[in-house]
């Protein structure tokens, strides 16, 4: 018998598959010119004079300087700090100066060759710890892009009343989001004027807002377009706003059209980067271990200009407890300004460096107590009733012990934690081993009273010939949108899947429906287009009384209802619900409508002679809401956790001077198929009232866990509690060393 096929299959994948997929490289530009850009050679320094060799023959070339940006030169985002391009001042190292244009790619770039800048250097700020001491100016008045406070309860009484307090202090690195397709954009004028770009991104509009405000153009004369986009995670939310100014402003000058495409050297060493973070922790405990307080302290280092960082931060901030009840909590959180290329959004931003802190402190805890880590997570968890640091009482969805158990149970972690303490004390095996857990929450949409204020629009289209379109802005980056979108609105319709296309990202077709980030498109977005499915419904019921049940039936239905016009068209706005309320000055109230929840056990062994880690299995369950399609959830868990694996173990971004000294994939490793291990994947439902069928939010969430298991895994199989990510060899190696009571081990 033939195997059924489950899940919604991805109606892009076959033009992927076969190679016909174009991507912002594969779109033809007749008589169009290449762009390049160069940048500062130094991390912090006055622009004294720009000089072009008088020998190279420039009247091949177009050239762009920041006087020649016809509106404000600035990428207008959350703050409008940033330049287009550096205008008398650079800030960090490899910003964007001069933008060059050639018919031929080669010779663009060896004209950058040409091109000398000089520069009067000035004291750089290169870490985050020399910026909050503020003794060189980098951002006025103290160095500091935003600060986040959250209080609860009398934190400082109850930390002088607890039977014990831990503290600890944790660090995490950059990381690089490694997308399959590197930055890329196409720009050109249509003879009416409007302003046309077409590239790889995640969010038209932001695109749209940054070129009207760089080009003193109305909405309506700024166009632009997704083309396939080979991956984002983040990576391509704001910096395609950069590169489309780019393009865009050679564009203009040269009076043709103009591609830029970065190689994976510039991507890398120029474009944002996951910030990263010191957090400190300070822990009140009864001697059973119930928490009493939280005094959390988080510094992140936002680079030289504002991008993202303020909600990076804001999202940090809100999820540095970890999902556990406690009565007394503090969070101090901190974004600072430093003369390092910016960085931005990255799969969880914001999360997962605080996260990383709150689930490994436990194992730091269980040492003071001599008690089980796992025995502290049960008792602490959030449950249904339970009240956050922010007063925000979770009434619905809440999976976290589901979660939890379901992954101790199917990753055997206390037989297996006994079994390895038993192979550890033989010297007769090559490796010890070791098995960590870890739990997380995160939640799903914007912050707060974000939503409210995108105010997101979704339609939907019967078109004369039969055809329902859906109308978004929402951009498929291989999260499977476009499949999630076809499923969702042919389910509410109750017509076949092939009946419904998803109109393409194109801010001259489509609504505004936010941007494709923070864990939204499923559960806001997809929320919209189930309602613009209903009423579509309804107005199709009202007619005829049923359903139509074939293509004909539904074509003959269409230009009834349609009449002259050439579609039937309805539209949903996003309405915030009444009883979800925020304070975005006190951080008081509920974050987020809910909560995704995710648990992972890390099985691993570590060489003795080499101490290399070595990732044996991995075992995570999600709580998801409701999953649309099982299949695509499985493909987010598995490539969020696997990039986790690589935040973990291997990505290890080097920087001096403030310049990535590994731009390369052969030097900055990140996880192939080799370093990943066999993935249990486990969904647990738990339905979400407001969510379309009862689902939340899954991209993000499996970033969140997998590093403090495998931290605590390495813990188990060696004693040492490695602090800092990535654990490397030299590092395991560095901690025996420095550790007397290990050297024998």
Not at 139 to 147: E, F, G, L, W
Not at 336 to 364: I, K, S
Not at 464 to 477: F, Q
Not at 552 to 581: F, K, N, W
């Amino acid at each position: 018998m033939k195997k059924k096929r489950s899940g919604v299959l991805r109606p892009e994948g076959p033009d992927k598959l076969r190679g016909l997929a174009r991507y912002v490289d594969d779109l033809p530009f007749p008589g169009g010119l290449h762009g390049a850009t160069l940048r500062s050679t130094v991390p912090r320094g006055r622009i004294r004079a720009i000089r072009f060799d008088p020998d190279f023959p420039w009247d091949e070339c177009v050239t762009a300087t920041a006087a020649d940006i016809p509106g404000q030169n600035c990428v207008a985002l959350i703050e409008e700090d940033q330049p287009l391009l550096a205008d008398g001042e650079v800030r960090h190292a490899m910003e964007p100066i001069v933008l060059v244009a050639h018919a031929e790619r080669h010779r663009v770039y060896e004209a950058l060759g040409h091109i000398h800048v000089e520069y009067e250097p000035l004291e750089p700020v290169l870490s985050m710890e020399d910026a909050l001491e503020a003794k060189v100016p980098v951002r006025a008045p103290d160095n500091v892009i935003k600060r986040i406070s959250i209080d609860k309860g009398d934190v400082d009484g109850a930390l002088a009343g607890a039977d014990v307090v831990v503290e600890g202090e944790y660090r995490v690195p950059h990381q690089e989001q490694a997308y399959i397709e590197n930055q890329g954009m196409t720009a050109r004028f249509e003879e009416d004027g409007t302003l046309l770009v077409e590239g790889s991104l995640q969010c038209p509009y932001y695109v749209q807002k940054a070129l009207v405000r760089a080009f003193a153009l109305p909405k309506e004369k700024v166009r632009v377009v997704q083309a396939t986009t080979g991956g984002g995670f983040g990576g391509k939310e704001e910096y395609p706003s950069m590169v489309a100014g780019h393009a865009a402003l050679l564009a203009r000058k040269a009076g043709r059209p103009v591609k830029i495409v970065y190689d994976r050297t510039e991507d890398m060493v120029a474009t944002t980067k996951r910030h990263p973070a010191r957090v400190r922790h300070r822990t009140g405990l009864t001697r059973e271990g119930k928490l009493v307080a939280q005094d959390i302290d988080v510094l992140m280092d936002g680079g030289a200009y504002a991008t993202l960082s303020p909600v990076v931060l804001s999202r940090g901030a809100l999820h540095a407890t970890g999902p556990y009840e406690c009565p007394n909590v503090r969070v101090r959180a901190c974004m600072v300004a430093t003369n390092t290329p910016p960085n931005g959004a990255f799969r969880g931003f914001g999360a997962p460096q605080t996260l990383f802190a709150a689930e490994l402190h436990w194992e730091r805890i269980a040492g003071a107590l001599k008690k089980d880590a796992l025995r502290l997570r049960r008792l602490n968890l959030v449950r249904e009733g339970s009240e956050t640091a922010t007063g925000q009482v979770l009434h619905e969805s809440v999976g976290a012990r589901d979660v939890l158990e379901a992954v101790v149970r199917r990753g055997r972690y206390s037989e297996k934690k006994r079994e390895y303490a038993r192979w550890n004390r033989s010297r007769r095996h090559p490796s010890w081993r070791g098995i960590g857990v870890s739990v997380c929450h995160h939640g799903a949409g914007f912050t707060g009273s974000g939503e409210a204020f995108l105010a997101s629009r979704v339609a939907l289209a019967l078109t004369r010939k039969g055809e329902i379109r859906v109308l978004t802005s929402s951009t498929e980056i291989g999260q499977g949108t476009i499949a999630a979108f076809t499923g969702l609105a042919a389910r509410t319709l109750g017509v076949p899947e092939e009946w419904v296309t998803i109109e393409r990202a194109d801010t001259g077709l489509v609504p505004d429906s936010g941007p494709t980030v923070a864990s939204r498109t499923c559960m806001i977005v997809g929320g919209l287009v189930e309602r613009a499915a209903q009423r579509l419904r309804e107005r199709i019921l009202e007619s005829t009384g049923r359903m139509p049940s074939t293509r004909a039936e539904m074509v003959r239905e269409a230009r009834r209802l349609c009449g002259r016009e050439p579609a039937l068209r309805v539209e949903e706005q996003y309405t915030h619900p009444p009883e979800i309320r925020w304070d975005e000055e006190t951080y008081r109230g509920d974050a987020y409508p809910v909560y995704g929840y995710g648990a992972t056990v890390v099985d691993l062994e570590v060489d003795r002679t080499t101490f290399e880690v070595r990732v044996r299995r991995l075992t995570t369950a999600v709580d998801v809401g409701r999953a649309l399609s099982p299949r695509l959830v499985e493909g987010q868990v598995m490539g969020g956790v696997t990039q986790a694996l690589g935040y973990a173990l291997l990505e290890n971004a080097d920087y001096h001077d403030g310049v990535m000294q590994n731009p390369q994939l052969t030097n900055y490793l990140i996880p192939t198929a080799l370093d990943t291990p066999p993935l249990d994947v486990m969904i647990v439902q738990r339905p979400y009232s407001r969510g379309p069928l009862g689902a939340k939010g899954v991209g993000e969430l499996p970033m969140d866990i997998p590093a403090p298991a495998v931290a605590a895994a390495v813990h188990d199989a060696t004693g040492l509690l490695l602090t800092e990510l990535p654990i490397l060899p030299e590092r395991i190696l560095e901690a025996f060393s420095s550790d007397p009571a290990h050297r024998q081990r």
